[in-house]
Nanobody, 128 residues
């Protein structure tokens, strides 16, 4: 049984930082590219960032470039999202997801429907 469990969300003031974690079990973690998505109330799920199985390449949506950093530790089956300079518009439920596809460019992995497994999400709220 595959499980992805996120943690690290919370309430933070604008300009602050949070670090999200996603621990995976029940799958060969190092065989999956890992992505982070977010969904604000009344909005569709939005791609945030993705990292390759090795951690050697990353890709971000434009709105978080320079503020967010995705990383992974395959020995711990964990992917992270370091979020700095947070803004109220970053408020959302953040979810991690696993993508088993091969030979697909990272910039083409932004559609939620293409991902194989999902976590339940963690709430991030940024106050102004």
């Amino acid at each position: 049984q595959v499980q992805l469990v996120e943690s690290g969300g919370g309430l933070v003031q604008a300009g602050g930082s949070l670090r999200l974690s996603c621990v995976a079990s029940g799958l060969t973690f190092s065989s999956y590219a890992m992505g982070w998505f977010r969904q604000a109330p009344g909005k569709e799920r939005e791609f945030v960032a993705i990292i390759t199985w090795s951690g050697g390449s990353t890709y971000y949506t434009d709105s978080v470039k320079g503020r967010f950093t995705i990383s992974r530790d395959n020995a711990k089956n964990t992917v992270y999202l370091q979020m700095n300079s947070l803004k109220p518009e970053d408020t959302a439920v953040y979810s991690c997801a696993a993508d088993h596809r091969l030979s697909v460019p990272l910039k083409s992995r932004t559609a939620p429907a293409e991902y194989n497994y999902w976590g339940q999400g963690t709430q991030v709220t940024v106050s102004s």
